[in-house]
Protein backbone atom coordinates (compact mmCIF):
# COMPACT_ATOMS: atom_id res chain seq x y z
CA UNK A 1 0.00 0.00 0.00
CA UNK A 2 1.05 2.97 -0.90
CA UNK A 3 0.19 5.82 1.39
CA UNK A 4 1.09 8.89 -1.14
CA UNK A 5 -0.85 7.36 -4.02
CA UNK A 6 -4.14 7.15 -1.47
CA UNK A 7 -3.43 10.33 -0.31
CA UNK A 8 -3.94 11.52 -3.93
CA UNK A 9 -6.70 9.10 -5.16
CA UNK A 10 -8.89 10.52 -2.06
CA UNK A 11 -8.50 14.26 -3.08
CA UNK A 12 -8.55 13.53 -6.60
CA UNK A 13 -12.10 11.72 -5.88
CA UNK A 14 -13.66 13.90 -2.95
CA UNK A 15 -15.63 15.93 -5.37
CA UNK A 16 -17.88 12.71 -7.16
CA UNK A 17 -18.28 11.22 -3.26
CA UNK A 18 -18.98 14.34 -2.47
CA UNK A 19 -21.81 14.83 -5.32
CA UNK A 20 -23.07 10.94 -5.34
CA UNK A 21 -23.61 11.20 -1.24
CA UNK A 22 -25.38 14.61 -1.73
CA UNK A 23 -27.65 13.54 -3.96
CA UNK A 24 -28.36 10.02 -1.93
CA UNK A 25 -28.50 12.23 1.18
CA UNK A 26 -31.65 14.66 -0.68
CA UNK A 27 -33.39 11.31 -1.28
CA UNK A 28 -32.86 9.37 1.54
CA UNK A 29 -33.90 12.38 3.67
CA UNK A 30 -36.97 13.29 1.74
CA UNK A 31 -38.17 9.52 1.21
CA UNK A 32 -37.71 9.34 5.39
CA UNK A 33 -39.61 12.41 5.94
CA UNK A 34 -42.33 11.09 3.87
CA UNK A 35 -43.06 7.70 5.72
CA UNK A 36 -46.30 8.05 7.26
CA UNK A 37 -47.68 4.39 8.95
CA UNK A 38 -50.79 5.32 7.05
CA UNK A 39 -49.75 6.42 4.09
CA UNK A 40 -48.41 2.86 3.01
CA UNK A 41 -51.94 2.34 2.03
CA UNK A 42 -52.21 4.59 -0.27
CA UNK A 43 -49.14 3.54 -1.55
CA UNK A 44 -50.45 0.14 -1.95
CA UNK A 45 -53.39 1.17 -4.14
CA UNK A 46 -50.67 2.69 -5.91
CA UNK A 47 -49.10 -0.50 -6.63
CA UNK A 48 -52.60 -1.67 -7.43
CA UNK A 49 -53.38 0.70 -9.95
CA UNK A 50 -50.14 0.09 -11.94
CA UNK A 51 -48.39 -3.49 -10.21
CA UNK A 52 -46.27 -3.91 -13.67
CA UNK A 53 -44.20 -0.78 -13.61
CA UNK A 54 -43.78 -0.47 -9.90
CA UNK A 55 -42.89 -4.07 -9.56
CA UNK A 56 -40.05 -3.60 -12.33
CA UNK A 57 -38.52 -0.95 -10.19
CA UNK A 58 -38.91 -3.94 -6.89
CA UNK A 59 -41.87 -1.46 -5.69
CA UNK A 60 -44.34 -4.16 -5.11
CA UNK A 61 -44.37 -4.20 -1.68
CA UNK A 62 -44.24 -1.16 1.05
CA UNK A 63 -45.27 -3.35 3.46
CA UNK A 64 -46.03 -1.45 6.97
CA UNK A 65 -42.84 -0.86 8.61
CA UNK A 66 -40.62 1.66 7.94
CA UNK A 67 -37.77 -0.86 7.60
CA UNK A 68 -39.42 -2.41 4.63
CA UNK A 69 -41.09 0.98 3.07
CA UNK A 70 -37.28 2.31 2.83
CA UNK A 71 -36.12 -1.18 1.29
CA UNK A 72 -38.85 -0.55 -1.59
CA UNK A 73 -38.62 2.54 -1.99
CA UNK A 74 -35.01 3.27 -2.01
CA UNK A 75 -33.06 -0.74 -2.06
CA UNK A 76 -34.93 -0.67 -5.41
CA UNK A 77 -33.25 1.62 -7.24
CA UNK A 78 -31.42 4.71 -5.73
CA UNK A 79 -29.40 3.23 -3.49
CA UNK A 80 -28.27 0.31 -6.48
CA UNK A 81 -27.86 2.66 -9.14
CA UNK A 82 -26.07 5.89 -7.41
CA UNK A 83 -23.37 3.93 -5.77
CA UNK A 84 -23.15 1.71 -9.28
CA UNK A 85 -22.65 5.13 -10.99
CA UNK A 86 -19.89 5.75 -8.38
CA UNK A 87 -18.36 2.78 -8.30
CA UNK A 88 -18.19 2.77 -12.30
CA UNK A 89 -16.07 6.27 -12.51
CA UNK A 90 -14.01 4.97 -9.42
CA UNK A 91 -12.91 2.13 -11.00
CA UNK A 92 -12.02 3.04 -14.33
CA UNK A 93 -10.08 6.45 -13.10
CA UNK A 94 -8.12 4.43 -10.64
CA UNK A 95 -6.20 2.20 -13.96
CA UNK A 96 -7.30 2.55 -16.92
CA UNK A 97 -7.74 6.18 -16.77
CA UNK A 98 -3.98 6.72 -15.95
CA UNK A 99 -3.11 4.16 -18.45
CA UNK A 100 -5.34 5.80 -21.30
CA UNK A 101 -3.96 9.39 -20.59
CA UNK A 102 -0.12 7.69 -20.56
CA UNK A 103 0.72 9.09 -16.49
CA UNK A 104 0.41 5.75 -15.36
CA UNK A 105 3.85 5.73 -16.80
CA UNK A 106 5.17 7.83 -14.37
CA UNK A 107 3.21 6.42 -11.22
CA UNK A 108 4.69 2.86 -12.12
CA UNK A 109 8.17 3.94 -12.55
CA UNK A 110 9.04 5.19 -9.11
CA UNK A 111 10.38 2.49 -7.25
CA UNK A 112 7.11 0.69 -6.39
CA UNK A 113 5.64 -2.67 -7.72
CA UNK A 114 3.03 -2.60 -10.15
CA UNK A 115 1.78 -5.08 -7.25
CA UNK A 116 1.70 -2.17 -4.72
CA UNK A 117 0.11 -0.14 -7.15
CA UNK A 118 -2.69 -2.27 -7.82
CA UNK A 119 -3.56 -2.95 -4.58
CA UNK A 120 -3.96 0.22 -3.21
CA UNK A 121 -5.86 1.14 -5.99
CA UNK A 122 -8.35 -1.77 -5.29
CA UNK A 123 -8.29 -1.13 -1.67
CA UNK A 124 -9.02 2.44 -2.06
CA UNK A 125 -11.97 1.78 -4.63
CA UNK A 126 -13.70 -0.79 -1.71
CA UNK A 127 -12.60 1.73 1.10
CA UNK A 128 -14.25 4.43 -0.70
CA UNK A 129 -17.52 2.49 -1.27
CA UNK A 130 -17.66 0.91 2.28
CA UNK A 131 -17.55 5.02 3.59
CA UNK A 132 -20.04 5.95 0.96
CA UNK A 133 -22.73 3.23 2.14
CA UNK A 134 -21.81 3.48 5.77
CA UNK A 135 -22.26 7.42 6.04
CA UNK A 136 -25.52 6.64 3.84
CA UNK A 137 -26.55 3.81 6.57
CA UNK A 138 -26.03 6.21 9.87
CA UNK A 139 -27.46 9.17 8.20
CA UNK A 140 -30.88 6.61 7.39
CA UNK A 141 -30.62 5.43 10.80
CA UNK A 142 -30.26 8.78 12.49
CA UNK A 143 -32.58 9.92 10.54
CA UNK A 144 -35.25 7.53 11.24
CA UNK A 145 -34.45 7.42 15.39
CA UNK A 146 -35.17 11.50 15.14
CA UNK A 147 -38.12 11.47 13.10
CA UNK A 148 -39.64 8.05 14.23
CA UNK A 149 -38.20 6.86 17.57
CA UNK A 150 -38.00 3.04 17.92
CA UNK A 151 -39.81 2.69 14.54
CA UNK A 152 -36.61 1.26 12.67
CA UNK A 153 -35.03 -2.08 13.06
CA UNK A 154 -31.19 -1.51 13.32
CA UNK A 155 -30.27 -4.97 13.42
CA UNK A 156 -31.91 -5.98 10.18
CA UNK A 157 -31.57 -2.37 8.38
CA UNK A 158 -27.57 -3.04 8.69
CA UNK A 159 -27.83 -6.57 7.46
CA UNK A 160 -29.62 -4.80 4.86
CA UNK A 161 -26.58 -2.54 4.33
CA UNK A 162 -24.15 -4.61 4.62
CA UNK A 163 -25.85 -7.23 2.12
CA UNK A 164 -26.29 -4.07 -0.24
CA UNK A 165 -22.16 -3.57 0.37
CA UNK A 166 -21.15 -6.86 -0.71
CA UNK A 167 -23.71 -6.32 -4.27
CA UNK A 168 -21.25 -3.16 -4.84
CA UNK A 169 -18.03 -4.66 -4.08
CA UNK A 170 -19.21 -7.70 -6.28
CA UNK A 171 -19.75 -5.15 -9.16
CA UNK A 172 -16.85 -3.30 -8.53
CA UNK A 173 -15.02 -5.93 -8.32
CA UNK A 174 -16.02 -6.84 -11.63
CA UNK A 175 -15.49 -2.63 -13.07
CA UNK A 176 -12.11 -3.05 -11.33
CA UNK A 177 -10.90 -6.35 -13.54
CA UNK A 178 -12.52 -4.74 -17.00
CA UNK A 179 -10.28 -1.17 -16.02
CA UNK A 180 -7.16 -3.91 -15.52
CA UNK A 181 -7.80 -5.48 -18.31
CA UNK A 182 -9.23 -2.95 -20.87
CA UNK A 183 -7.02 -2.03 -23.62
CA UNK A 184 -8.26 2.12 -23.43
CA UNK A 185 -10.60 3.59 -21.57
CA UNK A 186 -13.70 4.01 -23.52
CA UNK A 187 -14.00 0.03 -24.10
CA UNK A 188 -13.53 0.17 -20.26
CA UNK A 189 -16.64 1.92 -19.75
CA UNK A 190 -18.24 0.34 -22.60
CA UNK A 191 -18.24 -2.94 -20.67
CA UNK A 192 -18.44 -1.31 -17.20
CA UNK A 193 -21.87 0.62 -18.01
CA UNK A 194 -23.63 -2.03 -20.43
CA UNK A 195 -23.09 -5.45 -18.37
CA UNK A 196 -24.44 -4.01 -15.01
CA UNK A 197 -27.19 -1.97 -16.88
CA UNK A 198 -27.95 -5.16 -18.78
CA UNK A 199 -28.14 -7.00 -15.39
CA UNK A 200 -30.21 -4.21 -13.98
CA UNK A 201 -32.70 -4.73 -16.46
CA UNK A 202 -32.88 -8.63 -16.82
CA UNK A 203 -33.81 -7.87 -12.64
CA UNK A 204 -36.31 -5.12 -13.71
CA UNK A 205 -38.33 -7.79 -16.08
CA UNK A 206 -37.50 -10.98 -13.96
CA UNK A 207 -39.41 -8.81 -11.17
CA UNK A 208 -42.25 -8.09 -13.41
CA UNK A 209 -43.13 -12.65 -12.77
CA UNK A 210 -44.29 -14.55 -14.88
CA UNK A 211 -42.25 -16.71 -17.32
CA UNK A 212 -39.58 -13.89 -17.11
CA UNK A 213 -39.38 -14.60 -13.35
CA UNK A 214 -36.41 -17.61 -13.91
CA UNK A 215 -33.86 -14.39 -15.44
CA UNK A 216 -33.60 -13.96 -12.38
CA UNK A 217 -30.43 -16.74 -12.50
CA UNK A 218 -28.87 -14.66 -14.93
CA UNK A 219 -28.43 -11.28 -12.89
CA UNK A 220 -26.43 -10.65 -10.17
CA UNK A 221 -28.43 -8.32 -8.38
CA UNK A 222 -30.61 -11.14 -7.13
CA UNK A 223 -28.23 -12.12 -4.71
CA UNK A 224 -29.07 -9.05 -3.24
CA UNK A 225 -32.46 -10.14 -1.71
CA UNK A 226 -33.69 -7.12 0.58
CA UNK A 227 -36.94 -9.30 2.11
CA UNK A 228 -34.41 -12.14 3.00
CA UNK A 229 -32.04 -9.68 4.36
CA UNK A 230 -34.48 -8.03 6.61
CA UNK A 231 -35.86 -11.66 7.61
CA UNK A 232 -32.29 -12.50 7.83
CA UNK A 233 -32.97 -15.94 6.05
CA UNK A 234 -30.30 -18.50 5.98
CA UNK A 235 -30.69 -18.02 2.14
CA UNK A 236 -30.11 -15.08 2.32
CA UNK A 237 -26.62 -15.43 3.79
CA UNK A 238 -25.75 -17.90 1.35
CA UNK A 239 -26.21 -15.16 -1.39
CA UNK A 240 -24.14 -12.93 0.86
CA UNK A 241 -21.14 -15.63 0.55
CA UNK A 242 -21.36 -15.71 -3.06
CA UNK A 243 -21.52 -12.19 -3.91
CA UNK A 244 -18.49 -11.70 -1.40
CA UNK A 245 -16.77 -14.52 -3.81
CA UNK A 246 -17.37 -13.11 -6.94
CA UNK A 247 -15.80 -10.01 -5.88
CA UNK A 248 -12.79 -11.90 -4.12
CA UNK A 249 -12.27 -13.32 -7.46
CA UNK A 250 -12.57 -10.34 -9.69
CA UNK A 251 -10.37 -8.43 -7.53
CA UNK A 252 -7.75 -11.35 -6.99
CA UNK A 253 -7.75 -11.97 -11.20
CA UNK A 254 -7.65 -8.00 -12.18
CA UNK A 255 -4.55 -7.72 -9.46
CA UNK A 256 -2.71 -10.84 -11.51
CA UNK A 257 -3.44 -9.20 -14.71
CA UNK A 258 -2.39 -5.85 -14.18
CA UNK A 259 0.82 -7.36 -12.62
CA UNK A 260 1.24 -9.11 -15.66
CA UNK A 261 0.12 -6.90 -18.41
CA UNK A 262 2.08 -5.29 -21.23
CA UNK A 263 1.57 -1.85 -20.73
CA UNK A 264 2.47 1.10 -23.69
CA UNK A 265 3.77 3.77 -21.74
CA UNK B 1 29.54 -5.04 -15.45
CA UNK B 2 27.25 -3.56 -18.28
CA UNK B 3 24.88 -0.83 -17.51
CA UNK B 4 22.13 -1.81 -19.68
CA UNK B 5 22.04 -5.22 -21.75
CA UNK B 6 19.56 -6.08 -23.91
CA UNK B 7 19.93 -9.66 -25.22
CA UNK B 8 18.10 -10.90 -28.32
CA UNK B 9 15.07 -8.88 -27.75
CA UNK B 10 12.06 -9.75 -30.09
CA UNK B 11 8.62 -8.44 -29.57
CA UNK B 12 5.42 -10.34 -31.71
CA UNK B 13 2.83 -9.18 -32.17
CA UNK B 14 0.19 -11.59 -34.18
CA UNK B 15 2.54 -12.16 -37.04
CA UNK B 16 4.05 -8.78 -37.02
CA UNK B 17 7.88 -7.91 -35.36
CA UNK B 18 7.40 -5.12 -33.46
CA UNK B 19 11.45 -5.40 -32.55
CA UNK B 20 13.48 -8.53 -33.59
CA UNK B 21 16.61 -9.75 -32.09
CA UNK B 22 17.70 -6.26 -30.59
CA UNK B 23 21.13 -6.52 -29.10
CA UNK B 24 21.93 -3.44 -26.56
CA UNK B 25 25.31 -3.17 -24.88
CA UNK B 26 25.91 -0.03 -22.62
CA UNK B 27 28.57 0.61 -20.32
CA UNK B 28 28.58 2.92 -17.25
CA UNK B 29 29.35 6.46 -18.14
CA UNK B 30 28.76 5.79 -21.50
CA UNK B 31 25.72 8.43 -23.22
CA UNK B 32 23.77 5.67 -25.95
CA UNK B 33 21.89 7.59 -28.59
CA UNK B 34 19.00 5.29 -30.43
CA UNK B 35 18.39 6.52 -33.27
CA UNK B 36 15.47 5.62 -35.90
CA UNK B 37 12.06 7.11 -37.92
CA UNK B 38 9.02 6.63 -35.92
CA UNK B 39 7.68 3.33 -34.96
CA UNK B 40 10.70 1.50 -36.13
CA UNK B 41 10.95 0.04 -32.60
CA UNK B 42 12.42 2.81 -30.44
CA UNK B 43 10.18 3.07 -28.04
CA UNK B 44 8.91 -0.80 -28.04
CA UNK B 45 12.56 -1.46 -27.09
CA UNK B 46 12.40 0.86 -23.75
CA UNK B 47 9.29 -0.03 -22.82
CA UNK B 48 10.77 -3.60 -22.35
CA UNK B 49 13.63 -2.02 -20.24
CA UNK B 50 11.36 -0.32 -18.02
CA UNK B 51 9.64 -3.29 -17.44
CA UNK B 52 5.94 -2.45 -19.12
CA UNK B 53 6.23 -5.13 -21.88
CA UNK B 54 6.70 -9.03 -22.02
CA UNK B 55 9.45 -10.20 -24.14
CA UNK B 56 8.04 -12.86 -26.52
CA UNK B 57 12.18 -13.89 -26.65
CA UNK B 58 15.18 -12.89 -25.21
CA UNK B 59 15.77 -10.55 -21.72
CA UNK B 60 17.02 -7.09 -21.21
CA UNK B 61 18.73 -6.05 -17.62
CA UNK B 62 19.66 -3.03 -16.26
CA UNK B 63 23.04 -3.43 -13.55
CA UNK B 64 22.41 -6.86 -14.24
CA UNK B 65 18.90 -6.91 -12.71
CA UNK B 66 16.22 -8.53 -15.02
CA UNK B 67 13.96 -6.06 -16.01
CA UNK B 68 10.20 -7.38 -15.80
CA UNK B 69 11.70 -9.02 -12.42
CA UNK B 70 13.36 -6.70 -10.62
CA UNK B 71 11.14 -3.39 -11.81
CA UNK B 72 11.00 -1.74 -7.94
CA UNK B 73 14.68 -2.15 -7.27
CA UNK B 74 15.47 -0.80 -10.77
CA UNK B 75 13.81 2.53 -10.36
CA UNK B 76 15.45 3.48 -7.50
CA UNK B 77 18.64 4.60 -9.45
CA UNK B 78 16.88 5.26 -13.11
CA UNK B 79 15.19 8.08 -14.58
CA UNK B 80 13.12 8.16 -17.74
CA UNK B 81 11.35 10.17 -19.68
CA UNK B 82 8.27 8.81 -21.87
CA UNK B 83 8.13 9.32 -24.93
CA UNK B 84 4.41 10.43 -25.19
CA UNK B 85 3.87 13.48 -23.28
CA UNK B 86 1.23 12.74 -20.46
CA UNK B 87 0.73 13.77 -16.57
CA UNK B 88 -2.79 14.20 -14.65
CA UNK B 89 -4.28 17.20 -16.39
CA UNK B 90 -6.00 18.52 -12.96
CA UNK B 91 -2.98 18.76 -11.49
CA UNK B 92 -0.59 21.49 -11.58
CA UNK B 93 2.96 21.40 -12.41
CA UNK B 94 4.37 21.71 -9.03
CA UNK B 95 1.92 18.95 -7.69
CA UNK B 96 2.58 16.49 -10.33
CA UNK B 97 6.28 16.88 -9.59
CA UNK B 98 5.87 16.63 -5.56
CA UNK B 99 3.18 14.20 -6.52
CA UNK B 100 6.12 11.88 -8.03
CA UNK B 101 8.56 12.72 -5.44
CA UNK B 102 6.61 11.66 -2.81
CA UNK B 103 5.84 8.43 -4.70
CA UNK B 104 9.72 7.87 -4.96
CA UNK B 105 9.97 8.65 -1.00
CA UNK B 106 12.19 11.51 -1.97
CA UNK B 107 11.70 14.40 0.20
CA UNK B 108 14.15 17.00 -0.73
CA UNK B 109 13.22 18.67 -3.67
CA UNK B 110 16.57 20.95 -3.90
CA UNK B 111 17.43 19.02 -7.52
CA UNK B 112 13.89 19.52 -8.41
CA UNK B 113 14.04 22.99 -7.72
CA UNK B 114 17.06 23.63 -9.60
CA UNK B 115 16.10 21.83 -12.36
CA UNK B 116 12.92 23.69 -12.72
CA UNK B 117 15.02 26.83 -12.96
CA UNK B 118 17.58 25.54 -15.51
CA UNK B 119 14.81 24.76 -17.98
CA UNK B 120 13.09 27.91 -17.08
CA UNK B 121 10.02 26.00 -15.98
CA UNK B 122 6.84 27.58 -14.57
CA UNK B 123 5.31 24.55 -12.90
CA UNK B 124 2.42 27.10 -11.04
CA UNK B 125 -0.25 26.50 -13.67
CA UNK B 126 -2.44 23.80 -14.15
CA UNK B 127 -0.72 20.75 -16.44
CA UNK B 128 -4.00 20.85 -18.84
CA UNK B 129 -3.13 24.58 -19.89
CA UNK B 130 0.37 23.92 -20.04
CA UNK B 131 1.98 23.91 -24.01
CA UNK B 132 3.70 20.89 -24.90
CA UNK B 133 7.11 22.53 -24.57
CA UNK B 134 6.12 22.69 -20.58
CA UNK B 135 5.22 19.59 -20.41
CA UNK B 136 7.85 18.05 -21.88
CA UNK B 137 9.94 20.21 -19.04
CA UNK B 138 8.04 19.04 -16.13
CA UNK B 139 9.01 15.07 -17.55
CA UNK B 140 12.12 16.23 -17.97
CA UNK B 141 12.24 17.32 -13.96
CA UNK B 142 10.74 14.21 -13.31
CA UNK B 143 13.27 11.84 -15.20
CA UNK B 144 16.27 13.96 -13.29
CA UNK B 145 15.18 15.59 -9.75
CA UNK B 146 15.95 12.40 -7.47
CA UNK B 147 20.02 12.35 -9.38
CA UNK B 148 19.70 9.28 -10.93
CA UNK B 149 22.61 6.28 -12.50
CA UNK B 150 21.20 5.62 -15.28
CA UNK B 151 18.69 7.82 -17.27
CA UNK B 152 16.45 6.63 -20.01
CA UNK B 153 14.46 9.18 -22.35
CA UNK B 154 12.41 8.91 -25.44
CA UNK B 155 12.61 11.51 -27.51
CA UNK B 156 13.67 13.92 -25.03
CA UNK B 157 13.77 17.22 -27.09
CA UNK B 158 10.39 17.04 -28.97
CA UNK B 159 8.11 19.69 -28.09
CA UNK B 160 11.08 22.19 -27.11
CA UNK B 161 12.27 25.02 -29.07
CA UNK B 162 15.93 25.65 -30.56
CA UNK B 163 16.79 27.42 -27.60
CA UNK B 164 15.61 24.82 -25.29
CA UNK B 165 16.85 22.11 -27.15
CA UNK B 166 20.92 23.69 -26.94
CA UNK B 167 20.05 24.28 -23.20
CA UNK B 168 19.18 20.36 -22.60
CA UNK B 169 22.26 19.52 -24.95
CA UNK B 170 24.17 21.25 -22.32
CA UNK B 171 22.38 19.58 -19.96
CA UNK B 172 23.40 16.25 -21.23
CA UNK B 173 27.20 17.18 -21.44
CA UNK B 174 26.62 18.14 -17.91
CA UNK B 175 25.29 14.89 -16.44
CA UNK B 176 27.70 13.07 -18.81
CA UNK B 177 30.29 14.89 -16.70
CA UNK B 178 28.79 13.63 -13.74
CA UNK B 179 29.46 9.77 -15.30
CA UNK B 180 25.17 9.42 -15.41
CA UNK B 181 24.46 7.15 -18.04
CA UNK B 182 22.24 8.02 -20.45
CA UNK B 183 20.19 6.28 -22.98
CA UNK B 184 18.36 8.29 -25.52
CA UNK B 185 16.18 7.69 -28.58
CA UNK B 186 15.99 10.34 -31.29
CA UNK B 187 14.94 11.52 -34.49
CA UNK B 188 17.59 13.64 -35.03
CA UNK B 189 20.77 13.34 -36.04
CA UNK B 190 21.91 16.93 -34.99
CA UNK B 191 21.25 16.15 -30.97
CA UNK B 192 22.71 12.93 -31.00
CA UNK B 193 25.78 13.75 -32.91
CA UNK B 194 26.70 16.75 -30.23
CA UNK B 195 26.15 14.38 -27.07
CA UNK B 196 26.17 10.87 -27.36
CA UNK B 197 29.19 8.79 -27.66
CA UNK B 198 27.70 5.97 -29.91
CA UNK B 199 24.68 5.10 -31.73
CA UNK B 200 22.30 2.55 -32.75
CA UNK B 201 20.36 2.70 -35.66
CA UNK B 202 16.90 0.84 -35.62
CA UNK B 203 14.84 0.14 -38.81
CA UNK B 204 12.06 -1.60 -39.19
CA UNK B 205 12.42 -3.60 -35.85
CA UNK B 206 16.05 -4.80 -36.37
CA UNK B 207 19.17 -2.70 -35.40
CA UNK B 208 20.98 -1.92 -38.43
CA UNK B 209 24.13 -0.44 -37.24
CA UNK B 210 25.74 -0.05 -33.80
CA UNK B 211 28.82 3.04 -34.16
CA UNK B 212 30.96 5.03 -32.80
CA UNK B 213 29.86 8.77 -33.15
CA UNK B 214 33.12 9.99 -34.12
CA UNK B 215 33.18 6.91 -36.85
CA UNK B 216 29.42 7.96 -37.66
CA UNK B 217 31.08 11.64 -38.40
CA UNK B 218 34.17 10.59 -40.28
CA UNK B 219 32.02 8.66 -42.69
CA UNK B 220 29.01 10.84 -42.95
CA UNK B 221 28.64 12.25 -46.33
CA UNK B 222 27.98 16.22 -46.66
CA UNK B 223 25.68 17.72 -49.07
CA UNK B 224 26.20 21.06 -50.82
CA UNK B 225 24.12 23.22 -52.96
CA UNK B 226 26.08 25.29 -55.31
CA UNK B 227 24.79 27.74 -57.45
CA UNK B 228 27.18 28.65 -60.66
CA UNK B 229 26.95 31.78 -62.60
CA UNK B 230 26.04 30.50 -65.80
CA UNK B 231 25.66 27.24 -67.06
CA UNK B 232 28.52 27.28 -69.05
CA UNK B 233 30.46 26.94 -65.60
CA UNK B 234 28.68 24.22 -64.42
CA UNK B 235 28.96 22.35 -67.22
CA UNK B 236 32.08 22.78 -66.69
CA UNK B 237 32.35 21.66 -62.93
CA UNK B 238 29.96 18.27 -64.15
CA UNK B 239 33.26 17.05 -65.69
CA UNK B 240 34.67 17.19 -62.23
CA UNK B 241 35.37 13.41 -60.51
CA UNK B 242 32.32 14.38 -57.79
CA UNK B 243 29.14 12.92 -57.37
CA UNK B 244 26.64 15.71 -58.66
CA UNK B 245 23.21 16.10 -59.47
CA UNK B 246 22.14 18.51 -61.71
CA UNK B 247 18.99 20.71 -60.02
CA UNK B 248 18.56 23.39 -62.41
CA UNK B 249 20.55 25.05 -65.64
CA UNK B 250 22.99 27.00 -62.81
CA UNK B 251 22.20 24.65 -59.64
CA UNK B 252 23.97 21.72 -58.71
CA UNK B 253 24.14 19.36 -55.47
CA UNK B 254 27.32 17.41 -54.77
CA UNK B 255 28.11 15.00 -52.26
CA UNK B 256 31.24 15.05 -50.38
CA UNK B 257 32.53 12.35 -48.03
CA UNK B 258 35.30 13.20 -45.70
CA UNK B 259 37.58 15.95 -46.29
CA UNK B 260 36.29 19.07 -47.90
CA UNK B 261 39.57 21.04 -48.39
CA UNK B 262 39.64 19.01 -51.45
CA UNK B 263 36.58 20.50 -52.93
CA UNK B 264 36.87 23.83 -51.60
CA UNK B 265 39.94 24.38 -54.24
CA UNK B 266 38.33 22.51 -56.68
CA UNK B 267 35.52 25.24 -56.44
CA UNK B 268 37.92 28.37 -56.39
CA UNK B 269 38.42 27.62 -59.84
CA UNK B 270 34.90 28.53 -60.64
CA UNK B 271 32.35 31.69 -60.24
CA UNK B 272 29.90 30.55 -57.72
CA UNK B 273 26.86 32.88 -56.53
CA UNK B 274 25.73 30.82 -53.71
CA UNK B 275 26.75 27.76 -51.86
CA UNK B 276 24.67 26.00 -49.04
CA UNK B 277 24.93 23.22 -46.82
CA UNK B 278 22.74 21.26 -46.99
CA UNK B 279 22.27 19.04 -43.47
CA UNK B 280 21.81 15.58 -43.76
CA UNK B 281 18.99 13.97 -42.66
CA UNK B 282 18.51 10.91 -40.75
CA UNK B 283 17.13 9.36 -44.15
CA UNK B 284 20.01 10.09 -46.18
CA UNK B 285 22.06 7.92 -43.25
CA UNK B 286 19.72 5.23 -43.76
CA UNK B 287 20.35 4.70 -47.10
CA UNK B 288 23.53 4.63 -46.58
CA UNK B 289 22.99 1.72 -44.56
CA UNK B 290 20.38 0.15 -47.37
CA UNK B 291 23.28 0.63 -49.25
CA UNK B 292 26.08 -0.63 -47.44
CA UNK B 293 24.32 -3.42 -45.61
CA UNK B 294 25.64 -1.41 -42.19
CA UNK B 295 28.50 -2.86 -40.14
CA UNK B 296 27.66 -4.83 -37.13
CA UNK B 297 29.62 -4.82 -34.18
Avoid at chain 1, 193 to 212: D, K, R, T, W
Avoid at chain 2, 58 to 63: D, L, P, V, W
Wanted: glycine share 6%; hydrophobic share 45%.
Amino acid sequence: MNITLLKHEFLASIKLFSIIIAVLMLYIISIVYMYNPEMSNTLNQLTESMPELMAAFGMSNFGDTIIEFLSTYLYGFLLLILPLVFVIMLSNKLIIGYIDNGSMGYIITTPNTRLKIVVTQAFFLIISLFALLSITTTVTVIFCELLFPNELNIAAFITLNFGLFLLHFAISGFCFLISCSSKDLKTSYAYCVGIPIMFYLIEALSNLGGALEKLQYVTIFSLFDPQKLIAQDTLALWMLLSLFIIGAVCYTLAVRIFVKRDLYL
Amino acid sequence: MKMIEVHSLTKKFGDFYSIQNVNLEIEKGEVFGFLGPNGAGKSTTIRHLMGFLQATEGHCSIKGLDCRQSTATIQKFVGYLPGEIAFIDKMTGKQFIRFIAQLRGLNDLKRADELIEYFELNATGLIKKMSKGMKQKIGLVCAFMHDPEIVILDEPTSGLDPLMQTKFIEFILAEKQKGTTILMSSHMIEEVEKTCDRVAIINAGKIVATEKVADLKKRKSKKYMIEFQNESELSRFMDESYVAEQLSPTKAIIIVQGEIQVMLQTLAHYHIVDLDIISQSLEDIFMHYYETGGQES
